[in-house]
């Protein structure tokens, strides 16, 4: 792993040219989304249909400083990890404006495929689908070193199939082993853990320190997402939500769901950080689960049932290839629940 001060100064900062981008073959056409720090547009670069993040300078020296490291993290983090649940990464520029061009995926944000679901829920296959797909996404970033810290719906995009789920949105990334200079209270409310709350007020310029986990955190509340297509803390705003889990250590309900499911879930949002499985571990749950929903026939690869990023670039099947995990008559057969559970979250003697 590369150490932070290698790139995270926005002064010291510097593009490899392979992944240098002309704006003079950038053709900027509609704009397909926006938030606090940039907006997206659909376009072209040399021919090819991309998408086109601007992002906003600032107005002060202090915010454009800020911005400009915000940019300079994103590219070098984008530049150095590849995987097929990671949004393909084309290239950037600085100047005239921060530009980051990424593969377009037509598919939409997650938050939109569920939104236009709603009141029904997902099939249950797909849901887990999405979450593998999800969960090594994550399991690459992090055996990088690399925490999220703003996994939500909305950085989750589907391809145009709306078989595959990519993670996008590197603007609040950060290498782990800078976590002791990070700042609390990143990412969004109704998605972030616990201990990225201040449980009492910090001191000017005093940082928190967590951890990966905060990832799991996140995850836990998009899995249930995904099962129960509602919003978490449904009824709350974003600050009550944040209160009450971090305060009231209050969690959506994982009542009515699967005994795995729910195991999965309470032990992902658990609220002491080090009692979190990580994602090996939590893409391990899932697929024993996917297993006993679905099992594997002969022609399918055993190697979709293992973790498969300890050889980098890894690769990931992706939701695709799961949804296709099913006997010809399109029953389940009935899941022996007890030995499940007991194998489920203990499944090495190097968890934790």
Not at 47 to 70: C, D, F, M, W
Not at 197 to 224: M, P
Request: a neutral charge; aromatic letters at 8%; hydrophobic letters at 40%.
């Amino acid at each position: 792993m590369e150490s932070g001060s290698s790139f995270y100064s926005a002064d010291e900062f510097k593009l490899d040219a392979k992944w240098l981008i002309d704006p003079k073959h950038l053709f900027v056409g509609p704009r397909i989304g926006e938030g606090a720090h940039a907006k997206v547009y659909e376009g072209k670069y040399k021919n090819q249909t991309v998408a086109i993040k601007i992002l906003h300078k600032g107005e002060t020296p202090e915010e454009i400083s800020k911005r400009e490291g915000r940019f300079a993290r994103e590219v070098a983090m984008l530049s150095r990890v590849q995987h097929k649940n990671l949004v393909k990464f084309i290239g950037a520029c600085k100047e005239p404006v921060m530009v980051i061009v990424t593969e377009l995926l037509l598919g939409g944000s997650l938050r939109k495929y569920l939104l236009n679901m709603r009141p029904r829920c997902l099939d249950m296959r797909v849901a887990i689908g999405f979450a593998l797909d999800i969960a090594r996404a994550m399991e690459c970033l992090h055996s990088h070193g690399i925490i999220h810290r703003d996994l939500k719906p909305e950085n989750l995009l589907l391809t145009a199939d709306h078989k595959t789920v990519k993670l996008a949105d590197f603007g609040l990334a950060r290498e782990e082993t800078l976590t002791e200079m990070m700042t609390a209270e990143t990412g969004t409310y109704r998605w972030m853990a616990p201990e990225l709350y201040s449980t009492v007020t910090l001191r000017q310029g005093e940082k928190k320190h967590y951890n990966h986990k905060v990832d799991a955190y996140s995850f836990a509340i998009v899995l249930w997402e995904l099962l129960q297509n509602k919003l978490p803390f449904e009824g709350m705003s974003n600050l009550q939500a944040a209160y009450a889990a971090a305060f009231k250590n209050v969690r959506p309900s994982a009542e009515n769901l699967p005994e795995e499911l729910a195991i999965i879930l309470t032990s992902c949002w658990k609220e002491d950080p080090n009692a979190r499985p990580n994602f090996s571990q939590i893409i391990q749950m899932l697929l024993n689960y996917l297993s006993s929903i679905c099992p594997p026939e002969p022609a399918i690869p055993a190697r979709i049932f293992a973790s498969e990023n300890t050889i980098l670039p890894p690769e990931s099947p992706g939701t695709s290839s799961l949804m296709g995990v099913r006997d010809d008559s399109g029953e389940t057969p009935k899941a022996k629940m007890e030995q499940k559970r007991k194998s489920l979250f203990f499944c090495s003697d190097t968890c934790y």
